[in-house]
């Protein structure tokens, strides 16, 4: 704590410094990321040491050498430009990796920290007095492109894949840029993924056009990778990009159990739920879980005759999953004897959410000690009596009952599981009834009642509701509880379409009967059979303006003849029964109308 305004002098120092060259830069390379705080047990209490404000004098460093221009030859360095030679700046590189040591040094003390900044602040001295004795006498302007390195928070294994991050590019320098290439490099590079485009830069401008992003399904781990971005005749910039996978959180192991022979206990092998780690176990007299003396061995030997032990099984450390929560036997004897064969009649039993508590009890075993039952490991989806065995599903999931047959002076306890899945209910519902519509409407246009929804797989809601009559289409319905009821499907629901009704308003001069082609005698029309008619033309000749409408419904040009002054009835354009056709039309300035009927049969 006490260095931090001393330090802050010379990042000041450091970064004022810096300046004019970081204004001059030409070639650019990246910057490293910033490690945890040290811990100096030289400090009273063991107070951390606080490399916070080294980190920054280094930060500082890196990027006045990053942003420094190097070379060998004026004639090479854009006019007007400071520089370094290569081995100036090797040992101001030299500097800022022993900064970066005294910094990492788990061991470092506050002094040695102090010490550290100290050397790297005379050396940025040192390293800016030698690119401002020289500047370059390149003519012509001189992009310089700057790349911020990249950074994403950490991530848990097994977590969804980071999301893109853009890449800022930046040019600093007297002319625009064309980008000619932008790669990943170093061991982490398949780590990432470049995507994105741009290829120029102008003159004080960024562009954040490039992105890059993490792979999917990364292990635990720690990857980083360099992006090089080349310009202008294979100038690069660089900066790295970084991403943390933490292990998730260990797996389930089941209650462990173990037979006493002698002075040795042998546990029972378990597995761990993730397939991945493995299980491993310990021992204790205590009833909380050791800290130490895990092992994957089964055997445990050379124990204290007449004590009572616990066996301990959790899941061990992989390489994407940390340790698993340890679960404790029952009590173990030492020189006791083990039960006879002890458990419930069946390993799993599939239930549905509904249904009634079932009582599955656990038989076997040596002794005189009694039964109880316990759940153990589950989420909540069974409960159990414990006297009795009866199971109670409470909802869609999996539960683990554990039936204790109790040690006694010569046996120790015994201990059986039994696996409870339990699937979601199929729901009751009654089928939305009553539902009507008009010829030409869609499905989109009738509402169904609550919790049910048209199946747009099977009939889209542009789904047109057919003809008059009842048609079926297919629904589904959705239960308030989805945790605990599937959603039903393939529901038939009924709808009741009819023709719309066709209001008229006309003047009529009905001084006069209308006489109708075809018109007289009734008209009969049949869809099969041999000589049957089939068609029918109604035909209303000296009239203008004519006009058809068929139950309700204007009649369309199919069924018109080219003047409109006829129309053709046909026994498969209507369904089977008694229909009405209104004919309209104009003669003599008045306007005229008639009714037919026509009969549709099989």
């Excluded at 290439?181 to 960024?206: I, N, P, Q, R």
């Excluded at 005749?233 to 933490?246: E, H, N, Y």
């Excluded at 529901?491 to 082609?517: F, G, H, Q």
Aim: charged content about 15%; glycine content about 12%; aromatic content about 8%.
């Amino acid at each position: 704590w006490y260095q931090a305004p001393f330090l802050a002098l010379i990042l000041l120092c450091v970064a004022g410094c810096g300046n004019p060259i970081l204004r001059d830069a030409w070639i650019t390379e990246s910057n490293p990321v910033t490690e945890e705080p040290l811990v100096d047990p030289g400090l009273p209490g063991g107070w951390a040491v606080d490399q916070g404000a080294l980190t920054a004098v280094i930060t500082a460093a890196e990027t006045l050498i990053a942003g420094t221009a190097s070379g060998e030859d004026v004639a090479e360095i854009p006019l007007g430009v400071h520089f370094v030679t290569g081995a100036e700046k090797a040992a101001y590189q030299a500097a800022i990796d022993a900064a970066r040591a005294a910094r990492d040094d788990g061991a470092a003390t506050a002094a040695q920290i102090d010490q550290a900044a100290l050397d790297l602040a005379a050396a940025s001295g040192v390293f800016t007095a030698a690119a401002a004795a020289k500047t370059g006498t390149k003519p012509g302007p001189a992009p310089i492109l700057g790349v911020v390195a990249v950074s994403f928070d950490g991530a848990v294994y097994g977590d969804e894949r980071p999301g893109a991050k853009p890449i800022t590019i930046t040019n600093s320098g007297t002319g625009a840029a064309a980008i000619s290439a932008v790669e990943l490099s170093g061991g982490g590079k398949d780590a990432f993924a470049l995507g994105g485009s741009g290829d120029t830069v102008a003159v004080g401008d960024s562009i954040t056009t490039w992105t890059v992003q993490p792979a999917a399904a990364l292990a635990a781990g720690i990857y980083t990778a360099t992006i090089t971005v080349g310009y202008d005749d294979g100038a690069a910039a660089t900066a790295q990009v970084s991403i943390t996978i933490s292990k998730a959180a260990g797996g389930a192991v089941g209650t462990p159990g173990g037979d006493s022979a002698g002075t040795t206990i042998t546990v029972t092998a378990l597995t761990v739920s993730n397939g991945e780690q493995a299980p491993e176990y310990a021992i204790s007299t205590g009833t909380n879980a050791p800290d130490t003396g895990w092992q994957t061995g089964l055997t445990f030997a050379d124990l204290d005759p007449g004590v009572t032990y616990y066996m301990y099984a959790r899941a061990g450390e992989s390489a994407n999953y940390g340790v698993g929560a340890a679960v404790r036997s029952a009590a173990i004897t030492v020189g006791k004897l083990s039960q006879a064969a002890f458990g419930f009649s069946v390993g799993t039993v599939d239930k549905t959410y509904g249904d009634a508590p079932v009582p599955y009890t656990a038989t076997g075993g040596s002794g005189d000690g009694g039964i109880s039952y316990a759940v153990t490991g589950s989420d909540g989806a069974v409960s159990v009596d414990a006297a009795s065995g009866a199971v109670s599903f409470l909802k869609a999931g999996t539960g683990y009952i554990t039936a204790t047959k109790a040690g006694d002076a010569t046996y120790n306890a015994a201990t059986a599981t039994l696996t409870v899945n339990i699937s979601k209910a199929t729901p009751t519902y009654a089928a939305p009834t009553g539902l009507s519509a008009f010829v030409g409407q869609t499905l989109a246009d009738v509402t169904l009642s609550e919790g049910f929804s048209w199946d747009t797989v099977k009939n889209p809601l542009t789904t047109a509701v057919g003809g008059v009559g009842s048609n079926t289409f297919k629904a589904k319905y959705t239960p308030d509880d989805t945790g605990n009821y599937l959603v039903a499907e393939d529901i038939p629901v009924n709808i009741i379409v009819t023709a719309k009704t066709l209001t008229i308003t006309v003047s009529l001069n009905l001084s006069r009967d209308v006489t109708l082609e075809g018109a007289s005698g009734g008209i009969t029309l049949s869809r099969t059979g041999t000589g049957a008619t089939k068609t029918a033309e109604i035909k209303a000749e000296g009239y203008t303006n004519v006009k058809w409408y068929v139950d309700g419904v204007a009649a369309v040009d199919a069924v018109l003849s080219d003047e409109g002054n006829s129309i053709t009835l046909s026994a498969g354009a209507y369904d089977v029964r008694r229909h009405q056709v209104l004919f309209r039309g104009v003669q003599d300035g008045s306007t005229y109308s008639k009714e037919i009927s026509f009969t549709v049969s099989e």
